[in-house]
């Protein structure tokens, strides 16, 4: 059984043309078109099975990021259906549900419950949560007060080891110094050899082909590959 389902799925924005509201009179005057629809999505279709992992590939504004959020149920198609079974973990906006004025031993609370766990879930991982990022020291302080470093290795550190079925990544292992990159990717790889389904969106093609068996290769909106992550990057750098 499919982990995550993408049927025939459309996603548009609208682009507005006008500034100022002189400008949306002169337009509406004028007839002139005050928006128009940008196709960012259009018409894509694929099935994840559990255990895989998928890299989204493509250039600036391919629409991986999209599709990313729509799986993670942060954005809905406008046409077509998303559907996923289990936990859904998405790395994508990570730390947005950090609160500035609660300390970290708080804020990891409040993520874990975010991502849907128990608080007796969230008791028994606290240490590994806390050693993983490396900041035990500041643990009481109020995040408002972290660097945007300890921030993030907080914020990270709370998704990766929260219980999840599906492990949704954007761009994260390009920002925190490399030896802190280093550790995140090998707990994704491990997470992998749990059985666990990830899907990641990254521009650092040798990473995503090595960690990733497959490629899914989009182009204005649509799909122009889906195999062998190795063919997808050579079909991109081509
Ligand atoms: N909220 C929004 N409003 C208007 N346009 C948007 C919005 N979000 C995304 N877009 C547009 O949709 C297109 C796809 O964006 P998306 O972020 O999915 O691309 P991407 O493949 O992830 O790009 P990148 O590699 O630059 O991260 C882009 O042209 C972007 O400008």
């Given at each position: 059984?499919?982990?995550?389902?993408?049927?025939?799925?459309?996603?548009?924005?609208?682009?507005?043309?006008?500034?100022?509201?002189?400008?949306?009179?002169?337009?509406?005057?004028?007839?002139?078109?005050?928006?128009?629809?940008?196709?960012?999505?259009?018409?894509?279709?694929?099935?994840?099975?559990?255990?895989?992992?998928?890299?989204?590939?493509?250039?600036?504004?391919?629409?991986?990021?999209?599709?990313?959020?729509?799986?993670?149920?942060?954005?809905?198609?406008?046409?077509?259906?998303?559907?996923?079974?289990?936990?859904v973990a998405g790395l994508?906006?990570?730390?947005?549900?950090?609160?500035?004025?609660?300390?970290?031993?708080?804020?990891?609370?409040?993520?874990?419950?975010?991502?849907?766990?128990?608080?007796?879930?969230?008791?028994?991982?606290?240490?590994?949560?806390?050693?993983?990022?490396?900041?035990?020291?500041?643990?009481?302080?109020?995040?408002?007060?972290?660097?945007?470093?300890?921030?993030?290795?907080?914020?990270?550190?709370?998704a990766i080891?929260?219980?999840v079925?599906i492990l949704l990544i954007?761009?994260?292992?390009?920002?925190?110094?490399?030896?802190?990159?280093?550790?995140?990717?090998?707990?994704i790889?491990?997470l992998?050899?749990?059985?666990k389904t990830l899907v990641?969106?990254?521009?650092?093609?040798?990473?995503?082909?090595?960690?990733?068996?497959?490629?899914?290769?989009?182009?204005?909106?649509?799909?122009?590959?889906?195999?062998?992550?190795?063919?997808?990057?050579?079909?991109?750098?081509?």
């Open positions: 059984m499919p982990r995550i389902v993408v049927d025939a799925v459309h996603k548009d924005f609208k682009l507005r043309h006008t500034h100022s509201i002189k400008e949306t009179f002169v337009a509406a005057v004028k007839r002139k078109p005050l928006t128009t629809d940008f196709h960012a999505l259009d018409g894509v279709s694929f099935e994840i099975g559990e255990g895989e992992s998928v890299a989204l590939l493509g250039f600036n504004g391919s629409g991986k990021s999209t599709m990313l959020k729509l799986i993670s149920g942060v954005l809905t198609p406008d046409q077509g259906r998303v559907l996923t079974r289990g936990r994508i906006e990570v730390g947005a549900g950090f609160h500035p004025d609660l300390s970290g031993r708080e804020n990891i609370y409040l993520n874990a419950a975010i991502l849907g766990m128990t608080k007796k879930e969230t008791d028994d991982r606290y240490e590994q949560i806390v050693e993983f990022s490396e900041i035990e020291q500041f643990i009481d302080t109020e995040v408002k007060h972290y660097s945007s470093g300890m921030f993030l290795r907080l914020a990270f550190s709370v080891h929260t219980e079925d954007d761009e994260i292992l390009s920002v925190g110094d490399e030896p802190f990159q280093k550790k995140c990717l090998a707990r790889r491990q992998h050899d749990q059985g990641v969106v990254s521009h650092d093609l040798d990473m995503v082909a090595s960690l990733c068996e497959r490629g899914i290769l989009l182009r204005g909106g649509k799909i122009a590959f889906d195999g062998a992550s190795d063919e997808a990057v050579g079909k991109m750098r081509a």
